[in-house]
């Protein structure tokens, strides 16, 4: 093919280029071959020129004002041209100029498209001004970025950058409707919570604190009050647990020493009462008043299955140690009149040795009465029966009961155990913020009280609110007995 005719195929600029690469040894070859050759030449560049600037006419490759190359003859340029414009590959596809080349145009390719695009930062970042998905600003207008919540500031959009920024928040208890259209407060996490206990919010005088959740004991109680302020609000009514004091700070209460109920003595049992606090009960299995031997120079009770057999008892002729004096029905015993049968006198009358138990008619008891006698010698207030027509009235009563004794003057009719004391069993009341029921060291439920400024007399009733449990392995929960009778002995 002749070299203008390959030369007619490409552009002016182009053509010149090339015939001057080819020919450039024919100049060197022979003078008079180059002057042909320049004719040559310099008519095939003329018409490259002049096809050149025919170019916009004919549909071949310009840069105008629109955002589209034309390229009639199939051809693809980019020179010279802004990136983004949209050009027109071979295949027909609908393209951009990107670094003076025509390519394929998708969102993230960092080439602004301005056909269909107002960005394109490249990253998978949304709000950063620039959408990953739709390379579309995030924001043109402050309405665009607006979340509907008014307790965390008034947006508004930066229109340099393109970005939302959250304006000051309210204060905290700023008025502000809910999404329910409810008057509600804005609170501390800068949500619109509704009005009143529970919404984070302290306000009002009924309100000392707001911690949004339902734990009492925690400084802040679920009806929004403190949890403790002085001491007494952490009286739990359990003299075993301590005195516990309050955080005045944290409005908590910090328990307090455990009482420590050990004597020593191992033949005592270690024991505290909510109430009374500590006691050391006598280990004594038959209750005859006596610890065992085995326990030790503190144990006398040579036999503590037997109550009959006891030091200092009366000698019984039943081939029994009954006065643990080692020797065995050495002397006939002692009886005492014993009416109710509980095995406790109440004094001396009537006493008859013999060795065996006298018949019931000596004891001169009334008819109905268990009318019986006892080998315990009643020589003090815990050997002395203070009530001998009531077998549940004798010195080792340990329970409590709701009933006087019938029969008793007012002033004693509820002193069960004979200790010229009407002890009653629950004490503790009027505790305004109770702790959560607790259990002491004998897995017994703690923080009962009565419901009041005081703890009702023996056998009358008032409201008291209870811990307890269910009597296996459940926890002890807190429940309201609107009728509870006091217990005594």
Same mark, same amino acid.
């Given at each position: 093919?002749?070299?203008?005719?390959?030369?007619?195929?490409?552009?002016?600029?182009?053509?010149?280029?090339?015939?001057?690469?080819?020919?450039?040894?024919?100049?060197?070859?022979?003078?008079?071959?180059?002057?042909?050759?320049?004719?040559?030449?310099?008519?095939?560049?003329?018409?490259?020129?002049?096809?050149? @600037?025919?170019? $916009?006419?004919?549909?071949? #490759?310009?840069?105008?004002?629109?955002?589209?190359?034309?390229?009639?003859?199939? /051809?693809?340029?980019?020179?010279?041209?802004?990136?983004?414009?949209?050009?027109?590959?071979?295949?027909?596809?609908? #393209?951009?100029?990107?670094?003076?080349?025509?390519?394929?145009?998708?969102?993230?390719?960092?080439?602004?498209?301005? =056909?269909?695009?107002?960005?394109?930062? $490249?990253?998978?970042?949304?709000?950063?001004?620039?959408?990953?998905?739709?390379?579309?600003?995030?924001?043109?207008?402050?309405?665009?970025?607006?979340?509907?919540?008014?307790?965390?500031?008034?947006?508004?959009?930066?229109?340099?950058?393109?970005?939302?920024?959250?304006?000051?928040?309210?204060?905290?208890?700023?008025?502000?409707?809910? +999404?329910?259209?409810?008057?509600?407060?804005?609170?501390?996490?800068?949500?619109?919570?509704?009005? $009143?206990? /529970?919404?984070?919010?302290?306000?009002?005088?009924?309100?000392?604190?707001?911690?949004?959740?339902?734990?009492?004991?925690?400084?802040?109680?679920?009806?929004?009050?403190?949890?403790?302020?002085? #001491?007494?609000?952490?009286?739990?009514?359990?003299?075993?647990?301590?005195?516990?004091?309050?955080?005045?700070?944290?409005?908590?209460?910090?328990?307090?020493?455990?009482?420590?109920?050990?004597?020593?003595?191992?033949?005592?049992?270690?024991?505290?009462?909510?109430?009374?606090?500590?006691?050391?009960?006598?280990?004594?299995?038959?209750?005859?008043?006596?610890?065992?031997?085995?326990?030790?120079?503190?144990?006398?009770?040579?036999?503590?299955?037997?109550?009959?057999?006891?030091?200092?008892?009366?000698?019984?002729?039943?081939?029994?140690?009954?006065?643990?004096?080692?020797?065995?029905?050495?002397?006939?015993?002692?009886?005492?009149?014993?009416?109710?049968?509980?095995?406790?006198?109440?004094?001396?009358?009537?006493?008859?040795?013999?060795?065996?138990?006298?018949?019931?008619?000596?004891?001169?008891?009334?008819?109905?009465?268990?009318?019986?006698?006892?080998?315990? =010698?009643?020589?003090?207030?815990?050997?002395?029966?203070?009530?001998? @027509?009531?077998?549940?009235?004798?010195?080792?009563?340990?329970?409590?009961?709701?009933?006087?004794?019938? /029969?008793?003057? #007012?002033?004693?009719?509820?002193?069960?155990?004979?200790?010229?004391?009407?002890?009653?069993?629950?004490?503790?009341?009027?505790?305004?913020?109770?702790?959560?029921?607790?259990?002491?060291?004998?897995?017994?439920?703690?923080?009962?009280?009565?419901? $009041?400024?005081?703890?009702?007399?023996?056998?009358?009733?008032?409201?008291?609110? +209870?811990?307890?449990?269910?009597?296996?392995?459940?926890?002890?929960?807190?429940?309201?007995?609107?009728?509870?009778?006091?217990?005594?002995?």
């Amino acid at each position: 093919m002749p070299i203008y005719a390959i030369t007619s195929t490409l552009s002016s600029r182009a053509s010149r280029v090339l015939t001057a690469l080819v020919l450039a040894p024919l100049f060197v070859a022979s003078s008079a071959c180059s002057v042909i050759v320049a004719g040559k030449l310099d008519e095939k560049s003329a018409a490259a020129d002049a096809a050149a @600037a025919d170019a $916009g006419s004919d549909g071949g #490759a310009s840069i105008d004002g629109d955002t589209t190359l034309d390229l009639g003859d199939g /051809g693809v340029s980019c020179t010279a041209t802004v990136d983004g414009k949209a050009c027109e590959l071979p295949s027909g596809v609908a #393209a951009v100029c990107a670094s003076e080349e025509c390519v394929e145009s998708t969102c993230g390719d960092t080439v602004v498209d301005l =056909r269909t695009e107002t960005c394109d930062d $490249g990253n998978p970042d949304p709000g950063d001004g620039c959408e990953p998905t739709t390379c579309a600003f995030t924001c043109a207008s402050d309405s665009e970025c607006s979340d509907g919540n008014d307790c965390n500031g008034l947006e508004a959009c930066a229109l340099a950058t393109h970005r939302c920024e959250l304006g000051e928040a309210p204060l905290v208890g700023a008025p502000c409707t809910t +999404e329910g259209g409810a008057a509600g407060e804005c609170n501390a996490a800068k949500v619109c919570a509704p009005e $009143g206990c /529970g919404n984070g919010v302290t306000g009002g005088p009924a309100e000392d604190c707001d911690d949004m959740n339902t734990i009492n004991a925690d400084g802040c109680d679920n009806d929004c009050t403190f949890s403790c302020t002085v #001491a007494a609000d952490c009286d739990d009514g359990n003299v075993c647990n301590g005195d516990a004091t309050c955080n005045t700070i944290a409005h908590t209460c910090a328990a307090g020493t455990v009482l420590d109920c050990a004597d020593a003595s191992a033949c005592t049992a270690n024991e505290c009462d909510a109430v009374a606090g500590c006691r050391n009960p006598l280990i004594d299995a038959d209750g005859d008043g006596q610890a065992a031997t085995m326990f030790g120079g503190c144990g006398t009770d040579c036999n503590d299955t037997n109550p009959a057999s006891y030091v200092g008892a009366e000698e019984l002729c039943d081939t029994v140690d009954n006065d643990c004096d080692g020797m065995t029905d050495e002397s006939a015993p002692t009886w005492y009149v014993d009416c109710d049968g509980d095995t406790f006198a109440s004094s001396m009358t009537g006493a008859m040795s013999n060795c065996m138990m006298p018949s019931a008619t000596a004891t001169g008891c009334p008819v109905g009465t268990a009318r019986t006698w006892t080998s315990r =010698r009643p020589i003090d207030t815990s050997s002395t029966d203070c009530y001998d @027509a009531n077998a549940n009235v004798r010195p080792n009563q340990s329970l409590y009961f709701r009933t006087a004794a019938s /029969g008793r003057p #007012a002033a004693s009719d509820f002193d069960y155990n004979c200790d010229t004391v009407e002890t009653r069993q629950y004490t503790a009341f009027g505790i305004i913020r109770p702790l959560a029921c607790g259990v002491d060291s004998r897995g017994n439920c703690t923080g009962s009280y009565w419901i $009041g400024s005081l703890a009702p007399a023996c056998g009358d009733a008032a409201s008291y609110s +209870e811990c307890a449990s269910d009597g296996f392995s459940g926890p002890c929960t807190r429940s309201t007995i609107t009728s509870f009778v006091q217990r005594c002995r």
